[in-house]
């Protein structure tokens, strides 16, 4: 197992024995979860064609079975780069288990037999043929993309941080006080500062890890009132509890 701060990108991250964690994506748990199933579904069982949306869908699939076999909770990952791998497992992570019991039923039962039955390369027919024998229905290959639910279910894993915000205004500087209030806190929250002056824009990129964490940057001194705008996770997730009465003032009036 490697734990390393950034992906850069790269959709795979596991190989045979080997699992790859990302500090950018947040809960390193949820992460060595998702990868201990891939060890079956996308090692032990891979397709033909690694990057092939449909393969991906398959393998999400029965790794999110094997996990609520395991666990009764959901285990959104973090995904700022919107990597296609992550997107299908959050999906099938909201989807499943199906509105139809039985489909579930079938899937949830079959997952042993499926790892004795085959190894290597496995296509979704040979999938769905043991699926067809059990209840008489066909299944047809997922698509990730056209997954469907009415109630996303939500964790608590990403983290939700209250800040204070301090403008020192002798030495220009701004001071950003994190204080974790939801979630954990293994993971890296980028946020960027953006800073308004009356005929300029300056960005600032700050990061905060753990329980609580300190930032402090110099400004421009003319700068008027700052935005955010979050590069790792929902604004939502950031809870502003002061800030300089100064910069909000002149926010409203550019309003």
């Known amino acids: 197992m490697v734990i390393l701060s950034d992906n850069l990108w790269m959709e795979r991250t596991h190989g045979t024995g080997t699992i790859y964690l990302f500090e950018r994506y947040g809960n390193l748990e949820n992460q060595l979860a998702r990868n201990m199933y891939t060890q079956w579904f996308g090692e032990y069982h891979r397709t033909e064609q690694y990057m092939n949306l449909n393969n991906i869908g398959i ?24 990597l296609l791998q992550i997107d299908s497992w959050n999906a099938w992570q909201n989807a499943y288990p199906f509105e139809s019991t039985e489909q579930t039923s079938v ?19 040979e999938y769905a043929e043991v699926w067809y024998n059990d209840n008489g229905v066909p299944y047809f290959n997922p698509d990730p993309n056209s997954i469907k639910w009415d109630h996303v279910k939500t964790t608590t894993d990403h983290p939700t941080y209250e800040v204070d915000i301090s403008l020192n205004e002798g030495d220009s500087k701004l001071t950003f006080y994190f204080n974790l ?17 009356f005929e300029a824009i300056t960005t600032t990129e700050i990061t905060c890890t753990g329980k609580t964490d300190t930032v402090t940057f110099s400004i421009p001194r003319n700068t008027e009132f700052i935005t ?15 800030a300089p009465l100064y910069y909000i003032l002149n926010q409203l009036r550019s309003d």
């Open 59 to 82: 393998n999400g699939l029965l790794s999110t079975a094997l996990h609520y076999q395991l666990f009764d909770s959901v285990a959104l990952i973090q995904n700022p780069d919107s």
């Open 107 to 125: 899937i949830d039962g079959s997952l042993s037999q499926l790892m004795k039955k085959f190894n290597g390369l496995v296509p979704f027919n």
């Open 181 to 197: 209030v939801g979630g954990y806190g293994e993971g890296l929250t980028t946020l960027q500062v953006i800073q308004h002056q």
């Open 228 to 242: 955010l705008k979050s590069l790792s996770t929902s604004l939502s997730n950031i809870k502003i509890k002061d």
